[in-house]
């Protein structure tokens, strides 16, 4: 295991992107010598380079570790409700767009051409530096399966063609949204997180030592199809009864009268910036408070993380929403609830969260022996 001090330390530098030699050295428990010889074969490897760090306080000068030039990249693909993104990312969390798109009606195949084309740009590029592409798709995922995607009305589709030379990974939007608030957000250092993301309908994702707690074939979290609605709405998924349905876009407009939106999301996201104290917004954000007090009273998290439409909508209806929360919880969690955190990510979490299990999956020991065993890479163009 050559590569396991190597690992960790990678990994450290993707949670503490500018983290200096020194802290690394000493958040590791490293003596001086293991990290010298664990920073220059990863310099040697085209993994990391050092920037000197501003002098700070007494002591010998230390450098910044930082992402080498020639170093491994991820691209993150992102498949939401209505479009799709593509982009690039490295060990430091610095991403650069590629592409975007809508998805509109078009068939599944479609899609997954275009955006592969995007891939393929990008893969070409690179030199070589690309050696994962991860999706987060709005539906529910099981390996690189998109088994339902509901809003789109897609089942089944798999998405390792998109880049069948490097490695595939998939997970579901909310799931790596809250990998993301774990890793680097608002779920940090806790134990037991429970992270939920409103967009259309409800996802989310229960995290044990900053590890998903997927199920078995990796389709767990799916919290908005937890029957706390009306047992009277069927639900696009097939249940009836589905949360998710009572805390969305859909929901707001239902309540308020109004014909179902084209854009639930946008719908939802006009009609809470407006601020305006509507009954429609106090039932939704009621629905919202009392459904997580249910999912604090089966999992018992440290921290609540939500994202999405759900701090708005906490933020639209705070009375409502903290009264419906209190009422849910069972006695012995209303002593010291845990505490509800908006995402630190926001919109921006899926596309964290892909970019963390790639250099996850990257940072393997296996993986960096492969990559450092690989002929000096050219730099790369564009
Ligand atoms: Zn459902």
Same mark, same amino acid.
């Given at each position: 295991?050559?590569?396991?001090?190597?690992?960790?330390?990678?990994?450290?530098?993707?949670?503490?992107?500018?983290? &200096?030699?020194?802290?690394?050295?000493?958040?590791?428990?490293?003596?001086?010598?293991?990290?010298?010889?664990?920073?220059?074969?990863?310099?040697?490897?085209?993994?990391?380079?050092?920037?000197?760090?501003?002098?700070?306080?007494?002591?010998?000068?230390?450098?910044?570790?930082?992402?080498?030039?020639?170093?491994?990249?991820?691209?993150?693909?992102?498949?939401?409700?209505?479009?799709?993104?593509?982009?690039?990312?490295?060990?430091?969390?610095?991403?650069?767009?590629?592409?975007? !798109?809508?998805?509109?009606?078009?068939?599944?195949?479609?899609?997954?051409?275009?955006?592969? &084309?995007?891939?393929?740009?990008?893969?070409?590029?690179?030199?070589?530096?690309?050696?994962?592409?991860?999706?987060?798709?709005?539906?529910?995922?099981?390996?690189?399966?998109?088994?339902?995607?509901?809003?789109?009305?897609?089942?089944?589709?798999?998405?390792?063609?998109?880049?069948?030379?490097?490695?595939?990974?998939?997970?579901?939007?909310?799931?790596?949204?809250?990998?993301?608030?774990?890793?680097?957000?608002?779920?940090?250092?806790?134990?037991?997180?429970?992270?939920?993301?409103?967009?259309?309908?409800?996802?989310?994702?229960?995290?044990?030592?900053?590890?998903?707690?997927?199920?078995?074939?990796?389709?767990?979290?799916?919290?908005?199809?937890?029957?706390?609605?009306?047992?009277?709405?069927?639900?696009?998924?097939?249940?009836?009864?589905?949360?998710?349905?009572?805390?969305?876009?859909?929901?707001?407009?239902?309540?308020?009268?109004?014909?179902?939106?084209?854009?639930?999301? !946008?719908?939802?996201?006009?009609?809470?910036?407006?601020?305006?104290?509507?009954?429609?917004?106090?039932?939704?954000?009621?629905?919202?408070?009392?459904?997580?007090?249910?999912?604090? +009273?089966?999992?018992?998290?440290?921290?609540?993380?939500?994202?999405?439409?759900?701090?708005?909508?906490?933020?639209?209806?705070?009375?409502?929403?903290?009264?419906?929360?209190?009422?849910?919880?069972?006695?012995? +969690?209303?002593?010291?609830?845990?505490?509800?955190?908006?995402?630190?990510?926001?919109?921006?979490?899926?596309?964290?969260?892909?970019? +963390?299990?790639?250099?996850?999956?990257?940072?393997?020991?296996?993986?960096?022996?492969?990559?450092?065993?690989?002929?000096?890479?050219?730099?790369?163009?564009?």
């Amino acid at each position: 295991m050559r590569w396991a001090t190597a690992s960790e330390l990678l990994r450290l530098v993707h949670r503490e992107p500018g983290i &200096t030699r020194r802290t690394a050295g000493e958040q590791l428990g490293l003596s001086s010598g293991t990290l010298a010889e664990t920073v220059g074969r990863l310099r040697d490897a085209s993994l990391l380079t050092e920037t000197r760090a501003a002098a700070a306080g007494p002591g010998r000068p230390t450098t910044i570790l930082e992402p080498h030039p020639r170093g491994p990249l991820v691209v993150v693909v992102e498949l939401r409700a209505r479009d799709w993104a593509v982009s690039s990312g490295d060990l430091a969390g610095h991403t650069t767009p590629v592409a975007s !798109g809508a998805i509109g009606d078009e068939p599944p195949a479609r899609v997954l051409d275009e955006v592969a &084309t995007h891939v393929h740009d990008v893969l070409r590029a690179s030199a070589g530096r690309v050696r994962a592409v991860v999706v987060a798709a709005a539906g529910t995922v099981s390996g690189t399966r998109l088994v339902q995607f509901t809003v789109r009305g897609w089942t089944d589709v798999e998405l390792s063609v998109l880049a069948p030379e490097v490695t595939v990974l998939a997970g579901n939007d909310a799931t790596l949204g809250g990998f993301a608030e774990a890793w680097t957000g608002a779920a940090r250092e806790h134990a037991v997180a429970l992270h939920l993301m409103v967009t259309e309908g409800l996802g989310g994702v229960l995290l044990v030592d900053g590890q998903p707690v997927r199920g078995a074939r990796g389709r767990g979290g799916e919290f908005g199809h937890l029957p706390f609605g009306d047992p009277r709405l069927a639900c696009p998924c097939g249940a009836h009864g589905c949360w998710g349905r009572t805390v969305d876009g859909e929901a707001l407009a239902r309540l308020a009268g109004h014909p179902r939106p084209t854009d639930p999301e !946008g719908y939802a996201r006009a009609t809470l910036r407006t601020g305006e104290r509507s009954a429609a917004v106090e039932d939704v954000a009621g629905a919202l408070g009392a459904g997580i007090a249910g999912l604090v +009273n089966a999992h018992d998290p440290d921290v609540v993380t939500i994202a999405g439409l759900a701090p708005l909508v906490r933020a639209a209806a705070p009375d409502a929403f903290a009264r419906a929360y209190d009422r849910g919880l069972m006695l012995t +969690n209303r002593d010291a609830p845990p505490p509800i955190r908006d995402s630190v990510h926001g919109d921006r979490g899926p596309a964290r969260g892909a970019l +963390n299990l790639g250099f996850t999956h990257l940072t393997e020991p296996d993986a960096l022996a492969e990559w450092a065993a690989e002929p000096a890479r050219p730099a790369a163009r564009g």
